[in-house]
């Protein structure tokens, strides 16, 4: 069997590309196809394999701009020749599953999300716009929500990353999707377990808009505490303007840095909606609590203080500074109550080889489409 992977870009190793590697591992002779690749900025497993971009990777120093070129983004991944594969299997978050596959082909899609920029977050990333760019951003907007929609029509089956995008899945494409849940790494599980009650709270997130970083810097701006935030993104140089002393920003960081960041923290603080998300899983299973707002993924991967049963993190209702604040009182309370341990065995229940499972199952062709 002939296996295309089609990705959205590379261009870092975050949640979707670690999916992405597991694909890799699941289908060693598959060709992947993405829009842009920054070689060196995504795991071994990935760049081993046989990669084509689009015609956007001859633009100079794309890499630094390419979240500009959305507009082109359709008819670049409709140009990728995928003649002669079996089996297509995109996992995408903007329009790798706008890919046309060949005649007698199967298509299966990994949505890790509707393409959030013009759909549910339309407001997030383009509501500060002066009035002319607006006019023309939401004209851009509108048709690429129907080529969007139609162009899932060329997907066969459907997977979605979690609950809260399945049912975004249903409202905007009218599609059922089976849920297969993002993996947490075997390593997270092999590390030792903290003690003593941690050193600073953290952010592990790239930082764009949705993620509502600043919302986290405002809090501990008015508490003193220490908080460390790993990552790099657009919001970059915004978010150091807004940040008190108190705040440490370490950039990007290497996978293998990442579980002694997280067993020397607090708790990793998650102030934004998201569709699933890995690092607070990465964070229990290195034995340290989430404080995160009561919506989206995370409810679907944190046991709750006060909701019974033995709980692994803070959840908190309102999007703003005072609910995070009432997060963290929380915390402070309870600190104590988060075992290492139990925090470890919650997460144990993402571990690789489920999802290996799961997937090989979904993509298998003849599955029953959705």
Same mark, same amino acid.
């Not at 089976?178 to 790239?206: A, C, K, N, Q």
């Not at 996978?255 to 998201?274: I, K, T």
């Not at 489920?354 to 003849?366: H, N, Q, V, W, Y």
């Given at each position: 069997?002939?296996? &295309? ?46 990669? %084509? %971009? ?53 298509? &299966? ?44 029509? @060329? ?7 979690? @609950? ?57 701006? @008015? ?148």
């Amino acid at each position: 069997m002939k296996v &295309a992977l089609v990705h959205d870009w590379l261009t870092g190793m975050r949640g979707g590309e670690k999916c992405l590697e597991a694909a890799c591992e699941l289908f060693p002779d598959a060709d992947v196809f993405t829009l842009l690749h920054r070689k060196g900025t995504v795991s071994p497993t990935i760049e081993r394999h046989r990669i %084509t %971009t689009s015609f956007l990777q001859r633009l100079p120093e794309v890499h630094r701009y390419y979240r500009y070129l959305l507009p082109l983004f359709p008819a670049a991944v409709e140009r990728f020749d995928l003649g002669g594969y079996d089996l297509v299997l995109s996992m995408s978050h903007a329009v790798a599953k706008g890919a046309i596959p060949p005649v007698g082909a199967e298509h &299966a899609c990994y949505c890790f999300s509707p393409m959030r920029y013009v759909w549910d977050l339309y407001d997030d990333y383009f509501g500060r716009l002066p009035k002319p760019a607006e006019l023309v951003v939401s004209a851009c907007a509108s048709r690429l929500r129907l080529w969007d929609v139609a162009a899932t029509a @060329r997907v066969d089956r459907i997977a979605a990353i979690s @609950r809260h995008v399945e049912r975004r899945v249903a409202r905007y494409y009218r599609r059922e999707a089976t849920v297969i849940h993002p993996p947490v790494e075997d390593r997270y599980f092999e590390e030792g377990l903290p003690s003593g009650p941690g050193e600073y709270l953290l952010i592990v997130s790239s930082l764009v808009p949705y993620k509502r970083i600043d919302t986290a810097i405002a809090a501990v701006r @008015r508490t003193g505490e220490p908080l460390w935030i790993v990552g790099s993104g657009p919001e970059e140089r915004r978010l150091r303007r807004l940040a008190p002393p108190n705040v440490r920003f370490l950039g990007w960081q290497r996978s293998d840095a990442l579980p002694d960041l997280y067993r020397r923290a607090r708790a990793l603080v998650f102030p934004g909606v998201e569709d699933f998300g890995i690092a607070p899983l990465e964070c229990q299973a290195m034995g340290r609590p989430v404080v995160g707002l009561r919506a989206g993924g995370l409810c679907e991967t944190v046991a709750p203080i006060g909701a019974g049963g033995e709980p692994t993190g803070v959840l908190y209702a309102e999007p703003t500074v005072e609910g995070l604040l009432g997060g963290l009182e929380t915390l402070r309370r309870h600190q104590a109550d988060f075992d290492p341990a139990r925090l470890r065995r919650h997460a144990s229940a993402f571990r690789r080889n489920r999802f290996l499972d799961e997937l090989k199952s979904f993509a298998t062709p003849g599955a029953r489409p959705c």
